[in-house]
């Protein structure tokens, strides 16, 4: 329960999905030496008027601390300046607004882009036809990788590109495909050598729209491990490539505590990340499993903790009790 903590931190995550769980689980983890903090999530579906609404709800409960990953940068931005007003500091994590903000933490979404594009280059030999699937339409992740990609493409006219816009879902991907075949034909989708999603999830779309060439290569973003994630995909080489887009659920719960507790921070906080090739990918995925079953385990030590916790009061009641009759 939440009674007698000191601090509320209220998360505000924009969609649902696998990257968004591990984030929120490294949260948790890193709330349990921490007796003052209670966290409290939201998840906005990809709707911006949802997470609106659940942000102003945070704002009326007075939580002391809002993180937030923003659906669109420009909707979502009003609502954090008013959080900003009220006093309640906000941590943008991921994905940026264009207002105020306390501080700021994720991964350089330019750098990844346009350490992709070099990538993508190299393998096409600086020459082909290559397609970009964008994130959401004004998220700033997709604005980021777009540009850094497009830094490193328009390098090499040898380079045809062209940039379709998905909305990060797996099912955006596929659809994006699909309009570029009614659009520019068959022919043109079987030559393409490369596909660069932005995300992982928008390549597997892309793949399973069932149009690509037998030698088109298509890489992603996130590389994430566990039985559904990227990491396991470039390691069985369905993906060519993928970029660890970090979560460090504990980075952002630090940084929370030390504006919370009037500590020195700093507003910008980049996390470091690495691109993932087939070559790599079996000694990253170990060590990615390793990391997820410590975890895993110091999650059941707490359950079995609070398990024992919850029994010994019941007993000091209970004896109590017994002294008073
Ligand atoms: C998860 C996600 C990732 C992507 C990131 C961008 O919700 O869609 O796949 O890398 O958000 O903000």
């Known amino acids: 329960g939440k009674e007698g903590k000191r601090y509320v931190i209220g998360v505000s995550q924009c969609s649902e999905d696998i990257w968004r769980d591990k984030l929120n689980e490294e949260l948790k983890t ?32 007075g939580v002391d601390l809002l993180v937030i990953s923003p659906n669109q940068a420009h909707a979502i931005t009003p609502v954090v300046n008013k959080a900003m007003r009220k006093g309640i500091p906000v941590i943008l994590f991921d994905r940026r607004t264009d207002g105020a903000y306390t501080a700021f933490i994720g991964a350089n979404n330019v750098e990844i882009g346009r350490q992709m594009g070099d990538f993508v280059a190299r393998q096409t030999g600086h020459r082909g036809s290559v397609v970009e699937i964008m994130g959401l339409k004004g998220s700033s ?19 045809k590109l062209v940039s379709l816009q998905g909305d990060w879902t797996k099912a955006s991907g596929k659809r994006a495909i699909l309009d570029l075949k009614r659009r520019q034909g068959a022919d043109f989708c079987a030559t393409i050598d490369y596909v660069f999603a932005q995300n992982d999830r928008m390549a597997m779309g892309a793949l399973e729209a069932g149009v690509l060439g037998k030698r088109t290569k298509l890489c992603g973003v996130d590389a994430l491990p566990g039985p559904e994630g990227g990491m396991r995909l470039v390691a069985d080489s369905v993906l060519s490539a993928s970029y660890i887009y970090p979560t460090r659920g504990d980075l952002v719960l630090k940084l929370a505590l030390n504006i919370l507790k009037h500590r020195p921070y700093s507003k910008e906080n980049l996390l470091q990340s690495a691109l993932v090739t087939p070559d790599k990918a079996p ?3 170990m060590q990615a499993d390793e990391m997820n079953m410590q975890q895993q385990r110091i999650q059941d030590l707490h359950k079995k903790l609070d398990l024992f916790f919850v029994r010994y009061h019941h007993q000091k009641v209970y004896l109590l009790f017994t002294v008073i009759i």
Request: proline share 6%.
């Open 30 to 61: 890193a709330t349990f030496p921490e007796d003052e903090v209670s966290l409290q999530f939201a998840s906005a579906d990809d709707n911006d008027t949802l997470q609106i609404r659940q942000i102003e709800q945070f704002i009326k409960e």
């Open 141 to 159: 992740p997709a604005a980021d990788r777009h540009r850094g990609f497009m830094q490193s493409i328009a390098k090499y006219p040898g380079i």
């Open 283 to 285: 000694l990253m995925r």
